[in-house]
């Protein structure tokens, strides 16, 4: 099969396991589909899927990710501060390393919101439907909504990175108290002390917690940063940890705490 047979085959197979999208029209453009594609697995439940969708949406995963671009993050510069650390700015999908970090609620199957351009729904979109199946199957077993400030971890299926941590960040209600900013450094350490466990010996994080769970984000940038160091240096197992940010302001803070 080619890549666009692949995507329209996958297109009708969820249209028709979905009852409410039976009369969904299939756009002729390939974006259309792209979109479609998407929108159809950000709103599909943690149930049981075919072999043969499997293996073809990870035929045409792996190849969509490979379109997108992988980033090696072997050929990332370290920042002027501490060699360990590294910024990078993009699409934490896109990154080749041992693992990275979702920051995803307390009911850890993902983004139900189609297109939704928080962390949590691009990266169950790119890992594929096993990604939302394995976490279901976490969380049966656990039998609660995960609390903030611990971390669990999968495979990275169909993305470049070969794990996902993923951790619930702390809301932000009124102003940071201090319970919050040690919430949000158990994130970080959870993220870390598995990431050992598990042979981890690059990873990115993401900017927890500060998106529309509102910690402000130089607050959680100095924990960021503090707490990671602080681990490395009682721990060699981690050779490398990349702060990811998305938005030019996050940039500009963890620049001013590293490469300054």
């Not at 439907?129 to 976490?135: F, G, I, N, P, T």
Request: charged share 25%; net charge negative; with cysteine.
């Amino acid at each position: 099969m080619t890549q666009d047979e692949r995507r329209i085959w996958l297109i009708k197979y969820l249209l028709r396991e979905q009852t409410p999208y039976h009369g969904t029209q299939i756009p002729e453009d390939a974006e259309g589909q792209r979109i479609l594609l998407r929108s159809l697995m950000n709103v599909r439940p943690p149930r049981p899927v075919s072999d043969e969708f499997l293996k073809l949406q990870d035929e045409y995963l792996s190849e969509r990710n490979a379109e997108r671009g992988i980033i090696d993050v072997t050929t990332l510069q370290p920042t002027k501060a501490d060699n360990r650390l590294f910024i990078w700015q993009g699409d934490i999908t896109t990154l080749k390393c041992d693992a990275i970090v979702n920051a995803c609620n307390s009911q850890m199957l993902g983004c139900f919101q189609p297109m939704h351009l928080c962390i949590d729904n691009c990266i169950h979109t790119y890992a594929g439907v096993e990604l939302r199946l394995k976490m279901n199957e976490i969380m049966q077993a656990q039998g609660h909504e995960e609390p903030p400030g611990q971390a669990k971890i999968t495979p990275g299926y169909n993305l470049p990175a070969k794990y996902v941590l993923h951790t619930v960040g702390p809301i932000i209600r009124r102003s940071v108290e201090e319970k919050d900013k040690n919430l949000l450094r158990s994130c970080y350490r959870s993220c870390l002390e598995l990431a050992v466990e598990n042979g981890v010996e690059s990873i990115a994080f993401c900017c927890i917690s500060t998106g529309v769970f509102r910690f402000p984000q130089d607050i959680a940038a100095e924990i960021a940063v503090t707490t990671v160091r602080e681990f490395l240096n009682t721990n060699t197992t981690i050779k490398q940890v990349i702060f990811n940010v998305f938005k030019d302001e996050d940039l500009n803070i963890y620049n001013n705490l590293l490469n300054k």
